[in-house]
């Protein structure tokens, strides 16, 4: 429990200043900016209460939006990611590939599985991102165009950390 | 009861969703924001650590900038203190002196003045006791604090800078930001020792603007799509332009003097329906490399504040 306590709060000081000091200034042309930090809720356990998870979605957001003058923009799409999770698992698993004591890592569950798992999460939570940003529709097409590119960043990002992370 | 409990998930997700677009509102009137900005101490602590090991690896970029905005300040001092030499000026700053500047350095006894002239001319004018005091009374109206840049963003649709220095150092929200190759931004938000504002690069901002040669002004906004360009608004048809021409602010405001460069006219169409233009402005500030910048203090903000208060009042 405590051994937990002290890898996810490492986990989340690593990925904020990750995201801060190196992925908010990655850019070709001002177009693309990665959102590692979401790779967080992704890896959170399975068995995480559901209550715990949109807590931490919600606090992860807002610490970002803090660093990037922000408010709620962030917060509010990591919120949707966290509140979406437990239902894109259950849509990408069956029954019995969901052991309790498993957590989401592509070591764990697959390749397959975990790309899914974060193509759905990751577009989700920048198509939300993007529009709040703009906060508006006008523009629909570029902004969309935006959010996929980013997207596409991130995924591969976050895949590529899998393989850095937990390969034995 | 039951259905609280039922339904907790969902009603914990509205709430949480509710805060969050509750602050974006706020936001998006940026004067609102108070409790998250990165101007709040911890955080512009943080980006200041990383920024001084970051800065290192732009030292030559920053001194060739620097370089070139002495010599372009030099130039200018040049040119405030060349115009001193003729006789009426010199005649309100020291009357001894007079006779010295007509005989030798007049350009209408001399023809134009060679280099070396000029030189020598502005040796004079350092010698001269009553000059100095005289530069110094006529730009009182401005004063410029020295900042460096601890964050700066691009890639977003509204930008921030965050800069080490606030309130201590006399830095006041909406204040401007001017950079050694143009016009920066806006003061929003001031903690003690740091201050955090809008980029030219932030949508929910716009900067009166005027053409240098014609004196036309509209507003300066910027679209969101790339750190290189923005849009001059507000321009009506009938107005000569063309691309090259020389953005520079108004000064129909307290935040920027007049005659700042914004930059240069990139590219002008016929707005749709409008009777204005739409103009591209390829802006002279590079934000992707920002270290050192300055902020305007205006003194007499408060007399025109108060002026224009008291107009609206009667």
């Known amino acids: 429990?405590?051994?937990?306590?002290?890898?996810?709060?490492?986990?989340?000081?690593?990925l904020i200043l990750l995201q801060i000091m190196l992925f908010n200034h990655i850019q070709f042309s001002g177009l693309v900016n990665p959102y590692l930090y979401i790779l967080f809720i992704l890896l959170l356990p399975f068995d995480t209460p559901k209550y715990l998870l949109l807590i931490l979605g919600f606090l992860l957001g807002l610490n970002v939006d803090i660093f990037c003058n922000t408010p709620g923009i962030h917060a509010s799409a990591t919120t949707v990611m966290a509140f979406a999770r437990p239902a894109v698992i259950n849509l990408i698993s069956s029954r019995d590939t969901l052991d309790s004591n498993a957590l989401p890592r592509m070591k764990q569950m697959g390749s397959a599985w975990f790309i899914r798992y974060t193509i759905l999460l990751v577009l989700l939570h920048h198509l939300f991102l993007f529009y709040v940003e703009v906060f508006t529709l006008k523009g629909f097409i570029f902004t969309l165009f935006r959010?996929?590119?980013?997207?596409?960043?991130?995924?591969?990002?976050?895949?590529?950390?899998?393989?850095?992370?937990y390969k034995e | 009861m039951r259905f609280l409990a039922r339904n907790y998930?969902?009603?914990?997700?509205?709430?949480?969703?509710?805060?969050?677009?509750?602050?974006?509102?706020?936001?998006?009137n940026y004067q609102n924001v108070r409790f998250f900005n990165s101007s709040t101490k911890v955080v512009a602590r943080i980006y200041e650590l990383f920024n001084s090991a970051s800065s290192y690896f732009r030292l030559y970029q920053i001194n060739s900038?620097?370089?070139?905005?002495?010599?372009?300040?030099?130039?200018?001092?040049?040119?405030?203190?060349?115009?001193?030499?003729?006789?009426?000026?010199?005649?309100?700053?020291?009357?001894?002196n007079i006779n010295d500047s007509v005989s030798v350095d007049t350009p209408a006894a001399n023809g134009p003045l060679p280099a070396d002239t000029l030189l020598r001319r502005e040796h004079t004018a350092s010698r001269t006791p009553a000059n100095p005091l005289m530069i110094d009374s006529i730009n009182v109206r401005y004063r410029f604090i020295p900042a460096e840049v601890i964050n700066n963003s691009i890639n977003r649709q509204n930008n921030f800078i965050t800069l080490n220095k606030g309130k201590k150092d006399g830095i006041r929200p909406e204040m401007g930001i001017v950079g050694p190759t143009g016009i920066v931004g806006i003061i929003t938000h001031v903690s003690g020792h740091y201050s955090s504002g809008a980029t030219v690069l932030n949508r929910r901002w716009r900067v009166s603007a005027k053409l240098k040669n014609s004196n036309y002004f509209g507003s300066l906004v910027w679209d969101g799509l790339s750190?290189?360009?923005?849009?001059?608004?507000?321009?009506?048809?009938?107005?000569?332009?063309?691309?090259?021409?020389?953005?520079?602010?108004?000064?129909?405001?307290?935040?920027?003097?007049?005659?700042?460069?914004?930059?240069?006219?990139?590219?002008?169409?016929?707005?749709?329906?409008?009777?204005?233009?739409?103009?591209?402005?390829?802006?002279?500030?590079?934000?992707?490399?920002?270290?050192?910048?300055?902020?305007?203090?205006?003194?007499?903000?408060?007399?025109?504040?108060?002026?224009?208060?008291?107009?609206?009042?009667?």
């Open chain 2, 65 to 96: 900038e620097l370089a070139a905005e002495n010599a372009r300040l030099k130039n200018k001092l040049q040119q405030i203190i060349a115009p001193e030499e003729t006789p009426p000026m010199n005649f309100l700053a020291s009357p001894g």
């Open chain 2, 9 to 28: 998930f969902f009603l914990l997700f509205l709430v949480l969703e509710t805060i969050s677009l509750t602050l974006v509102i706020r936001y998006n």
């Open chain 2, 227 to 314: 750190y290189q360009t923005a849009q001059l608004n507000e321009i009506p048809f009938h107005v000569e332009l063309a691309a090259g021409d020389t953005i520079v602010t108004s000064g129909y405001s307290t935040v920027f003097p007049e005659g700042i460069m914004i930059g240069q006219i990139k590219k002008v169409d016929i707005g749709s329906g409008d009777n204005f233009y739409a103009i591209d402005v390829s802006l002279s500030t590079n934000f992707m490399t920002l270290t050192y910048v300055e902020v305007v203090e205006d003194k007499d903000t408060d007399e025109i504040k108060n002026l224009i208060k008291n107009h609206l009042d009667d």
């Open chain 1, 1 to 14: 429990m405590i051994n937990n306590l002290v890898k996810y709060s490492l986990m989340w000081i690593v």
């Open chain 1, 147 to 165: 959010s996929l590119l980013s997207a596409l960043f991130t995924i591969v990002l976050i895949v590529l950390s899998q393989f850095l992370i």
